[in-house]
């Protein structure tokens, strides 16, 4: 049976059970066989104000949290010298270990959600999660307080991430889905930047007292929360995911509303110009079929994004929760000026995707994730033996961090886009959630308690010694991409990996 429609792409196949009308089930979206063109359809976009909307109102995400990670980092000589709280080094690493925990767990919830119920039900939850435990971070009364806030609000970004990056990989064309994540996911740094402002202006002894500076960094990024919530009122679901999930009346209206956004019409898919795809509609999926597709199907592709995610998540999170530590224990930078330091050292790590980012999309996936993983370790390891002999002075390491930056933040970025786009429609979410966790779990829970304590230890050797396995991570991670990376470049998500809902 044919569903006609004006310029509608989809016919679909009743069996003897479907009946079409009110009385339709969800459970009927299993009898249900689709021929679509949407997602050719998506990709022959060009560019336009939809797609600079979407990715400002979604990919703020990552601003979120350089704001909240730039935070813990500089606001780290603050929370010493607070006489409420007077946080150890240990206390610290602690602290940021819990929320790079909440992170995990609420990538893994929040992901098997977003998933099952959809993208946009998902990008709503997650961020008034973060805006509440976020706003409870500033009355935070103990270590074990300010733990439990710091966690949550962890949780919320961990969501966000699994929402927000299948949302946007779904809805941007395929040519500019590499340069476009890289660029979304360097802007954690504009939010770096932002709670470095933040910090050098609230902990200025001269305006705010040594209580209440740090209180009023964290209710920042609940004031910018809320305004993120309403620009998401009007971001629609992904058109791919309702069409799996037996709603596809609804994906091709807002396919039509997005190309009449765009161009300023129905794009005529009876022409023939654009590829269809056969798709079996479904309510969910197993997650047995979940574990199967991620880690027996997708195993060589599974191996690359836990590699990628693990490497960068040490080295990021390892160097960067410290970063203010290093600063005042070794360079005796006093907590009000650390936010001096952390500009440059953002704006390092902001150019990285913003230049190198249409590489990915031009020479290619693996050649460019290959290069920024090496380049990235070399240096590491080389401004790290600089700094183990005294030959750096606190601009020195600056400058140096800089330079690692320039490489390792469009590296970090390859890997949240390599494990959202080799992974089947259906699973993509969880996927993103799953290597996120354990690679977070590995490389980023240990990196600032390790950290912390070779710090505590007061020996650059020490810490040396931290730095040169963050770098041997990273070139071990440039030697898995460079055999098994997939080269994903200028390729829709279903020709990179098939849904299962997938007919021949």
Known sequence: MALVRRNNPMELQQSPALKFGPAASVAAASDRIVETSIPSRLDALPWSGFHTRVVLALGITWIL?????????????????????????????????????GAVLGAL?????????????????TLAVYLSATAATALSWNIASYALF?????????????????????????????WTDLVINGSFWIGA??????????????????????RLAYLIGASIGLVVLLMRMWIPESPR??????????????????????????????????????????????????????????????????????????????????FALVLTDFYGISADRVGWYILPFAAGNFLGPLLLGRLFDTLGRRTMIVLTYGVSG?????????????????????????????FASPAASAAYLTVSETFPLEVRALAIAVFYAVGTGIGGVIGPALFGALIDTGSRTSVFAGYLLGAVLMIAAAIVAWRYAVSAERKSLEQIARPLAFME
């Not at 730039?70 to 602690?94: H, Y």
């Not at 099952?116 to 709503?124: A, D, S, V």
């Open 65 to 101: 949290d350089g704001l909240e990670v730039t935070l813990a980092g500089a606001l780290s000589g603050a929370l010493k010298q607070s006489p409420t709280l007077q946080f150890s080094n240990f206390d610290l690493g602690i602290a940021n270990s819990a929320y790079l925990a």
């Open 109 to 125: 919830g929040f992901g098997w959600l977003t998933d099952r119920i959809g993208r946009k039900k998902l990008f709503f939850i």
């Open 150 to 178: 710091r966690f949550l609000t962890g949780a919320g970004i961990g969501g966000e991430y699994t929402a927000i990056n299948s949302t946007i990989q779904e809805l941007v064309p395929a040519r500019y889905r590499g």
């Open 193 to 214: 930047a932002m709670g470095a402002v933040a910090a050098i202006v609230l902990l200025d002894p001269a305006l705010l007292g040594p209580d209440l500076g740090w």
């Open 241 to 322: 995911w309702l069409m799996i999930h037996g709603r596809p009346d609804q994906a091709h209206a807002i396919v039509d509303d997005i190309e009449r956004s765009v161009i300023g019409y129905d794009q005529d898919a009876s022409e023939g110009r654009f590829t269809k795809i056969r798709l079996k509609m479904r309510d969910h999926t197993p997650l047995g079929e979940v574990v199967h597709t991620l880690f027996s199907a997708y195993r060589q592709r599974a191996l690359v994004g836990l590699v990628l995610m693990s490497a960068q998540a040490f080295f990021y999170n390892a160097i960067f929760f410290t």
């Open 378 to 406: 070399l240096l590491l390891a080389l401004s790290g033996y600089l700094f183990s002999i005294g030959a750096l002075s606190a601009q020195g390491q600056t400058i140096a961090w800089m330079v690692i930056f320039f």
